[in-house]
């Protein structure tokens, strides 16, 4: 199993800017999060989803949107980037109430 | 909503010495409180975690103690290895599960030789 995969790397935009960071994880977990992680302030949950077709905000959502059309996948999209958004994202999924939380690699992202 | 308060920001052991890391929530529904460990430039990790019907749980050398009382639950390192450097974080959630996380600050933990 890959576990759970992030795309791009790292990745530079303008403001104004949109575009979508892919999140798939191959374990048939339930649950998926998005998470931004900025220094001093920890990891901070933007959206969540329980299954596919249900999506919920968490702290930080504005700017973003995500979608659950497949088990699989969760990307998260920034319609209209600011450089506030500058950070890492980290994707994360989990099986269910007793299971442990796994994350991806991130996904460095500045926005100029 | 939930809110996590973690301290101390950074913490500096000797190798062989204990290090403890504290965490104050909010939400007295949270009920799981997991703990991660971050390497530079990595994924965070799970290291242990503990339900709201536990008091203690202990895993070689990590133990973690939760008083629902106070709110506040604690990571407790021993006998720290050079490896145990990394940040360290504490969270909770009133879901029972790791999908709905208040994350704390977290502890840059460095051992020394």
């Known amino acids: 199993n890959a576990g759970v995969t992030q795309t791009p790397k790292f990745q530079v935009l303008k403001t104004g800017q949109s575009m979508t960071l892919q999140c798939a994880q191959d374990?048939?977990?339930?649950?998926m999060s998005w998470y931004r992680q900025d220094p001093g302030m920890g990891l901070r949950l933007i959206h969540y989803s329980v299954g596919a077709g249900i999506t919920d905000q968490g702290e930080v959502p504005n700017g973003y949107n995500v979608s659950r059309s497949t088990t699989e996948d969760f990307p998260l999209r920034l319609l209209s980037a600011a450089p506030s958004q500058t950070s890492v994202y980290f994707c994360a999924s989990n099986g269910g109430v007793s299971e442990t939380q796994y994350f991806g690699p991130g996904t460095r992202l500045l926005v100029l | 909503g939930e809110n996590v308060e973690q301290h101390p920001s950074t913490l500096s052991v000797q190798e062989g010495d204990s290090a403890v890391i504290k965490c104050t929530y909010s939400?007295?529904?949270?009920?799981?409180f997991p703990w991660y460990k971050q390497e530079l430039g990595k994924r965070p990790q799970l290291i242990i975690d503990?339900?709201?019907?536990?008091g203690e749980k202990k895993d070689q050398r990590i133990a973690v103690t939760l008083n629902k009382t106070a709110k506040h639950f604690s990571l407790h390192i021993t006998e720290t290895q050079p490896e145990d450097s990394a940040v360290y974080f504490c969270a909770a959630t009133p879901t029972g599960t790791a999908s709905k996380l208040t994350f704390g600050t977290g502890t840059r933990l460095q051992v020394t030789f």
């Open positions: 939400d007295s529904a949270s009920n799981y």
């Open positions: 503990i339900r709201s019907n536990v």
């Open positions: 374990m048939n977990h339930e649950y």
